[in-house]
């Protein structure tokens, strides 16, 4: 694609990366087939090469966003199947960034979505705000289809009919291996799951122990700031980026830094990026370099030996673990060594619906997404459906009866943990 950006728009680095990705797409469209708004819409400004032109064209003549290419690039999952198909490398994730921060500093919404905004970036983030938040939504949530605005609606449905009380192990504390200590690994221990399933963590960290890691939390962690980042609020992002790449700089020497809800995982391994060309750019760059999945982790580390459970199991692949981070493989692997039966749904490569904050900005195509992605997945008859996300969980989960549990709980049961509390409860 042709640019005509000006020497003085290509001093800002932000332009100039824009530049760059605009520069590789050549408008094959193959990103059409696998864009799951443009499956829903049929919209060519609802598909990654219709949000390219529109992001050109807004980037290119220095112009404010407006309504119209703020509501397409609303629309956009960052769900980065696109990246995966595409056949010339076009870096969709740094430009889509790069356009929402733009329309978020130079849009001015109505005033309805910047307050949804709002209370979404001072909520979500924030473990404790975010319980007090779920708790008033169980109280209203009779109120919900009394509820003009759909938005509204879906934030009061979203609340879980019971939140777990806050795990001691997110507390900042060091975890000794079980036998002989053969890493010393970080756990990112996230924000919102923290207090919406606080099951996820505590199986991580009993089964990193059992394959000899001493697991340290440290002191400071806090939100990886994926959420912020997505809304386009890159300032209030970046202040939580740095607060955790801090956090793991004093947490002393690391093999790893381990994630287990995969949207963080995206974001925490693009901070070399995020900080190129801040002071924090080297120890940026280092934590992204330790960053990985716990499922890619324990790929490398191996399993301990176990007790196959033979239940058969659907494998959701989040699109931030098998787009975002392009680990496809080590969960089914996984799973299947554990002693699980693994079934995939068609089309697993297209996204749920969850997508972060997307299901309550964007309630009416996430909830066609939702109900696509619960059909296919219960076609293929499982006892239950495993995924590595906990937004994809939770919109999973309020579709179907089927038990809706994280990888590393069945792991974690497979070799010596407790059963999944989701299981439990099935006859």
Not at 77 to 87: G, I, K, N, R, Y
Not at 173 to 183: D, I, K, L, P, S
Request: proline share 7%; net charge positive.
């Amino acid at each position: 694609m042709q640019t005509s950006f000006t020497p003085e728009q290509l001093a800002d680095p932000g332009i100039a990366r824009a530049n760059e990705i605009l520069r590789a797409c050549v408008h094959c469209g193959f990103c059409t087939a696998t864009c799951p708004t443009y499956q829903v819409l049929g919209d060519e400004l609802d598909s990654p090469r219709g949000r390219i032109y529109l992001i050109k064209d807004m980037l290119e003549s220095g112009r404010p966003a407006d309504a119209k290419t703020a509501r397409h690039i609303d629309r956009c999952l960052s769900c980065l199947a696109c990246m995966t198909t595409c056949p010339s490398g076009v870096h969709y994730m740094h430009l889509i960034d790069h356009a929402r921060a733009h329309v978020e500093r130079t849009f001015r919404r109505p005033w309805h979505e910047r307050a949804l905004r709002f209370v979404l970036a001072k909520l979500v983030p924030y473990p404790g705000r975010f319980r007090l938040a779920l708790h008033a939504a169980r109280i209203a949530r009779p109120l919900a289809r009394h509820l003009p605005d759909a938005r509204l609606r879906a934030m009061l449905e979203m609340a879980p009919a019971r939140l777990p009380r806050p795990s001691p192990n997110d507390r900042p504390q060091v975890f000794a291996a079980e036998g002989e200590r053969r890493f010393r690994v970080a756990l990112q221990i996230g924000c919102a799951q923290r207090a919406l399933d606080t099951d996820i963590n505590d199986a991580t960290i009993r089964l990193l122990r059992r394959i000899g890691c001493e697991v340290v939390v440290p002191r400071g962690l806090g939100c990886c700031g994926a959420l912020s980042h997505h809304m386009g609020r890159a300032g209030e992002a970046h202040v939580q980026a740095a607060a955790n790449i801090r956090a793991y700089g004093a947490a002393g020497p690391l093999d790893a830094i381990i994630l287990n809800t995969s949207g963080c995982g995206t974001t925490v391994k693009d901070y070399g990026h995020m900080f190129r060309d801040d002071p924090l750019a080297a120890e940026a760059a280092q934590v992204a370099g330790l960053a990985c999945d716990v499922t890619e982790f324990l790929a490398r580390a191996g399993l301990p030996a176990g007790a196959p459970k033979g239940l058969r199991v659907a494998y959701h692949a989040a699109c931030s673990l098998q787009h975002g981070q392009q680990v496809k493989t080590a969960p089914k692997d996984l799973l299947r060594a554990a002693g699980f039966e693994v079934v995939e749904p068609p089309d697993s490569h297209l996204c749920c619906g969850s997508a972060g904050t997307y299901n309550l900005l964007q309630p009416g195509i996430s909830a066609e997404l939702k109900r696509r992605k619960v059909a296919t997945l219960e076609a293929t008859a499982p006892q239950v459906i495993a995924a590595g996300n906990i937004g994809c969980m939770l919109q999973i989960g309020s579709g179907t009866g089927l038990p809706v549990v994280h990888t590393v709980e069945l792991l974690d049961w497979a070799t010596g943990g407790p059963c999944p509390r989701a299981l439990a409860k099935t006859p």
